[in-house]
C-alpha cells in the first residue's frame, strides 16, 4: 500500500520539508523538497505564518496520510531550539486540523534509518538519500536533505534492514560506510 509521507525538518529561519511516496518493501520516490524560509528581522508571528502557510499549501495539495517531524533534542542555543519547537506545534496543529496522523522521530533515529548509523554526519546523510533514492545530486540547502531523510525514515520504521535479518548492508548504508573511510574514520556499525 502507498502512503504519502510529508517530512518536516523543523525550523523558524529555515523548515526543510519533503513529500516522499512509500511503496511496498523498502520502495520510495521523492515527489516535492524544499526549504521554507523566514527572515529572522521579521516579528515572530509573521515568520510563524509564512511558514504555516507553507506547511499548509503542501497538505492541502499533497494529502498526506502521516506528516513525520525531527523531534525536537536539546541544544546549547536555546533560541534554535525554540523556534524548532515553535515550528514543530505548528506543523502539529496543522496536522490535527486536516485529520493527518503525526510521528516523531529523534534525529539519531533517522540517521541510523537512512544510514546505518545514528552518528552519521550531514555529508553521509546526503549521500545516503542520493543513493536510495537515485538521484543525480544530494538536495540543498541541508535542511532540505533532511526533511526528505525523515520522510525516508518514516516509511522505513518497523521494517527490518538487511543487517537485522542477516543479510547485507543497504546501498545506502554501504555508500555511508565508505565516506567513512574516505573521511579517514574508522566506521562503527
Known sequence: MNRVILGVDPGLTRCGVAIVNSGAGRKVSLIYVNTLKSSP???????LFE???GVEALILEYKPTVIAIERVFSQANLR???GVAQISGVVMYL???HGVSVQMHTPSEVKAAVTGSGRAQKPQIGLAITKILGLTETPKPADSADAIAIGICNAWKGMPTGN???KSRTSA???WLAAERVAGRKPKG
Not at 41 to 47: G, K
Open 80 to 82: 534554535s531550539v525554540m
Open 95 to 97: 496536522a490535527r486540523k
Open 164 to 166: 537485522e535479518v542477516g
Open 51 to 53: 511558514i504555516a502557510n
Open 41 to 47: 528581522e521579521t516579528e515572530l508571528s509573521e515568520r
Open 173 to 175: 548504508q554501504e555508500a
